[in-house]
């Protein structure tokens, strides 16, 4: 049986529509060391809202963990907060 080269390549699987906003809801969670945890429902991912929320929850000699997002940089710097980047 010869080998035809005239159909195209199979695909399998696909990647999900990313560019669907409706689609996704803006989360924010955050943990201190004693396992207590916040989360809010945003109604968007902009940097005063967040900021918003985090304010009167995280202070003083709070150690902010984040996805190295350029607002929690300025966050952590306003508000004299050590800030770690993490990357996974």
Not at 29 to 47: P, W
Not at 58 to 77: H, P, Q, R
């Amino acid at each position: 049986m010869p080998y035809t080269l005239h159909r195209k390549p199979r695909k399998r699987g696909r990647e999900g529509k990313k560019s669907y906003k409706e689609d996704k809801i803006s989360v924010l969670i955050v943990r201190d060391r004693n396992g207590q945890v916040c989360d809010f429902v945003l109604d968007e991912l902009i940097k005063e809202q967040i900021q918003g929320r985090f304010k009167p929850i995280v202070y003083g000699n709070a150690i902010l963990c984040t996805d190295g997002e350029s607002w929690c940089e300025m966050f952590a710097k306003q508000e004299n907060i050590a800030h770690q980047r993490l990357i996974t």
